[in-house]
């Protein structure tokens, strides 16, 4: 059998965002700028209020995705279209901005641990001005399976190991799975040929993966064909792994801030409607 390796190594930058939340920023800067089609990967984690309180006050999106995965703590997303939900610990909300929306995404709590990961994944061009939705799932609604001894895997999106998760109608098909595995642990995850991935360690220890070692707090971009094997490096202490895959779209990409486009043209058009508040 064919198994991934890592084609690259990329550990995280210190950034803020929003109203001065402070964010370990791991796609969308310079060492990996982009990952087609995921363009942003933040890790935010502190249990210092001042590093979240200040949260994510009303902003613009328009063109691309947002997946916000929470694994401690709780945040309350409002919009300009009179939308409102609550994210939990376990939870995710998986955000198609469309041709735009104004959201905030807000603390409420002013205390303890508030940690997760948002990532940002674009749309095809004939995909960038469809309408907004919000898919907002509960712990619950999250399956999770044990597919070999002391491995748990949480599916957000994506089939894995018979179980598919409940995020639905994303067209780059992804797939999205927290990983849990105990010291010895071993699994061996399918992954669509042809379709971009990484990993990234977020708890506990290094693991081994298509026979490199990718340490806590590190990302391994992987190549495009074949599963991905993944065991716990250590006897010592488990470890927890992001891992996320899907079909790259090979287009051109147009960037300024809260707005993914095409073309340039199309991004002065979206700062235009923005500003006459056509979002």
Excluded: C
């Excluded at 009303?58 to 919009?79: C, K, N, Q, S, W």
């Excluded at 065991?231 to 010592?236: G, I, K, L, M």
């Amino acid at each position: 059998m064919v198994s991934r390796t890592i084609t690259k190594r990329v550990r995280g930058i210190p950034t803020s965002d929003g109203a001065g939340v402070k964010l370990t920023r791991v796609i969308g800067q310079p060492q990996l700028d982009t990952l087609d089609p995921f363009l942003l990967l933040d890790e935010f984690g502190s249990d210092a209020a001042t590093d979240y309180i200040a949260g994510f006050p009303d902003h613009p999106h328009r063109g691309f995705e947002t997946v916000t995965y929470m694994l401690d703590g709780r945040m309350r997303h409002r919009d300009n279209h009179g939308n409102s939900g609550l994210l939990e610990a376990g939870s995710v909300q998986w955000m198609t901005a469309g041709r735009g929306i104004v959201h905030s995404e807000m603390p409420e709590q002013e205390s303890g641990l508030m940690r997760g990961f948002q990532l940002w994944v674009n749309l095809a061009a004939k995909d960038k001005l469809t309408d907004p939705r919000y898919q907002d799932i509960a712990p619950g609604k999250i399956p999770s399976v044990e597919p070999a001894p002391g491995v748990r895997v949480r599916v957000v999106a994506g089939e894995a190991f018979g179980v598919t998760g409940p995020v639905s109608g994303i067209a780059i098909d992804p797939l999205y799975l927290d990983l849990a595995l105990q010291p010895g642990a071993k699994v061996s995850v399918p992954v669509q040929d042809g379709h971009n991935a990484f990993a990234y360690v977020f708890e506990g220890d290094a693991v081994m993966l298509g026979g490199a070692v990718l340490g806590l707090r590190e990302l391994g971009v992987l190549s495009t064909e074949g599963s991905v094997e993944l065991s716990v490096a250590t006897e010592a202490q488990p470890a927890r792994v992001l891992l996320v895959a899907g079909r790259p779209l090979n287009e051109a990409i147009a960037r300024y801030g809260p707005f993914v486009m095409n073309t340039p043209e199309q991004i002065v058009q979206a700062m235009q409607d923005y500003q006459a508040g056509r979002f």
